[in-house]
């Protein structure tokens, strides 16, 4: 199993433009996260998803889409990029049984560094 | 709302001595704890929660309600210790809502 993937690996970008980081996980879990992490700060969650076709916003969603058409891949898409968007970006997912009523395992992606010039 | 403090960006220690990481929080109600680590060009992986009472790699860490910490501790340093550590905290059964401390860089000194 590669666990969970991303790519790419680093990217610059300039103002305005719009790009999709992408996220595969190949343990058939049924969530999956959108973290970012600034220089100095914890992580921060921009989006998850609880399954295919399901999405949520996290604590910091503002500028940034999801979609979830297959368990296995869980894009990122900027749409308009902002300098306030560089940081690095990690992908996780987990299987968690409904009803559960303590945390899995979650298990994360290499990360992708971000700058927006 | 729910808060993770690290206080201390860096600590280094020697080789053999004993390691604590500090984590203290703030939560309404019982939450669930997570240490994890991040190792040299590695990617960050989770090192134990306190639901699970377990020891992972000699590591503990003990859940204080009374005094909202959750430090992870090792009596004797090893150098494949040195990493970034990051305690964080959720509520019981999802993470959709945890949140990050910012993070401990531990440095064992051979």
């Known amino acids: 199993n590669a666990g969970v993937t991303q790519t790419p690996k680093f990217r610059i970008l300039k103002i305005g433009q719009s790009m999709t980081l992408q996220c595969t996980q190949d343990?058939?879990?049924?969530?999956m996260y959108w973290y970012r992490q600034d220089p100095g700060m914890g992580l921060k969650l921009i989006y998850y998803?609880?399954?295919?076709?399901?999405?949520d916003k996290g604590e910091v969603p503002n500028g940034y889409n999801v979609s979830r058409s297959t368990t296995e891949d869980f894009p990122l898409r900027l749409e308009l990029a902002a300098p306030s968007q560089t940081s690095v970006y990690f992908c996780?997912?987990?299987?968690?049984?409904?009803?559960?009523?303590?945390?899995?395992?979650?298990?994360f992606g290499p990360g992708t560094r971000l700058t927006v010039l | 709302a729910q808060r993770v403090t690290q206080p201390e960006k860096l600590l280094s220690v020697f080789k053999g001595a004993p390691v604590e990481l500090k984590c203290n929080y703030s939560?309404?109600?019982?939450?669930?704890l997570f240490w994890y680590v991040q190792y040299s060009r590695q990617r960050l992986q989770l090192l134990l929660r306190?639901?699970s009472r377990e020891s992972i790699k000699g590591f503990t860490a003990d859940l204080n309600k009374g005094e909202t910490s959750f430090h992870l501790k090792k009596p004797f340093a090893q150098e494949e210790d040195s990493a970034m550590y990051y305690c964080?905290?959720?509520?019981?059964?999802?993470?959709?809502?945890?949140?990050f401390g910012t993070g401990t860089k531990l440095q064992v000194i051979p």
């Open positions: 939560y309404s109600g019982s939450p669930e």
């Open positions: 964080a905290l959720g509520p019981p059964g999802g993470y959709q809502k945890v949140t």
């Open positions: 343990m058939n879990h049924n969530y």
């Open positions: 998803s609880v399954g295919a076709g399901i999405t």
């Open positions: 306190h639901i």
């Open positions: 996780a997912s987990s299987y968690r049984v409904a009803g559960a009523s303590s945390s899995d395992t979650q298990y």
